[in-house]
């Protein structure tokens, strides 16, 4: 067992509470306030010249979200942590700050909708050479590496086809190469996968997922070394994407029952694809877990679990999506996932939505294909949903 795995529950529990103050809160208190006040102008001026802890304002530092941030490190094994408003602006805050006009990143086709679009829309604007890789082309991705880049940016698995990617190989060929290493670790997260363990230097999330995993708070975190994690927070306490205290608060609460949630959501989404897969009326069932994924042997080397993300197509065209996914009634039609209710949509109208239906087509990604997010339902209740769905086609 990797070091780092060793009491997660009881660290998720725990690892908020920064200083003891008497008589103190057992929960961490949300602080509303947006301005700290100091009696002693010394005190202040230490403060601000970062020469002692404390808060001044909460566009740059709160008490409830250094919580957050600390908590984060601790689970992740990293040095430090910075939070955003939204993984998105995680993304594009931590882009934007290792990023200079004539720098080349390297990254794959299959990276998050919004996220490619910084990569074919935003960075290329600014000078910045984005090169997307076939994701599982691990060939060409060191290949280009080699020719020298800044970052080598990761996402696996991925979204909605569910690739591996293996973040031990690429990272160890990016270093020679001299380049940073990013992994977008939103659908393993940490219980399922240890980027840093496996090379990576930097790893981030859209803590709107799994991390809240209620769908009631977006945030976005960044892992990795202080010296790298301080300058994205010095970009994001100037450019002023930051996390709400109560955003913070319930991405907190959430993270006390990660593994809990996690453990049912892999075990929920394993027996769910393993009985899609058998399924007649299904054509192909994408997930990590099953036998036949084309890296199947990757994540069984690099995850502890294969997560709670699936998708699956269907033998049929989008006419079938439309009619199965509302006849089901233990899964919201919706986008997003990771949360305890089981979502499900199909990428066209969910995390591709960024996208036009070119390069959607482009991506491999079917027409009659839907994303599930399982639950943490009765899984029984889940397949007997899906049975009578499907039955209805
Ligand atoms: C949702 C998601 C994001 C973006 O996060 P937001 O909180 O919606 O801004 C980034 N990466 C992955 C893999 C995601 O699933």
Redesign the pocket.
Known sequence: MADNKRNFSTRALWADHLSPVAGSDIAVPIHHSVTFEYHDMDEWFDVALKRKAGHIYSRNTNPTVRSLEVTMSSLEGSEDAVSFS????A?SNTLHTLLEPGDRVVTIKDT?G??SKIFLEFLPRMKVDCCLCETLDFDTIEEEVRKGCKLLYL?TPT?PLLKVMDIERLARVAHEAGALVLV?N??ATMINQLPLELGADLVLY????YLNGHSDA???ILCGPEELVDRVYHYREINGATLHANSAYLILRGLKTLELRIQRHNENAQRIAEFLDDHHKVDKVYYPGLPHHTHHDIARRQMDGYGGMLSFSLHGDFQDVKKLVPNLTHAHAAA??GSVTTLIGPPAVT?HVELTAEERRALGIPESLIRYSAGVENLDDLIEDLKLGLASL
Not at 206 to 209: E, N, Q
């Open positions: 939204t993984g998105m602006a993304i998050y919004g996220t996402e979204n977008d939103t659908f859209s803590a709107t997922k977006m945030g976005g997003s996932l995390s």
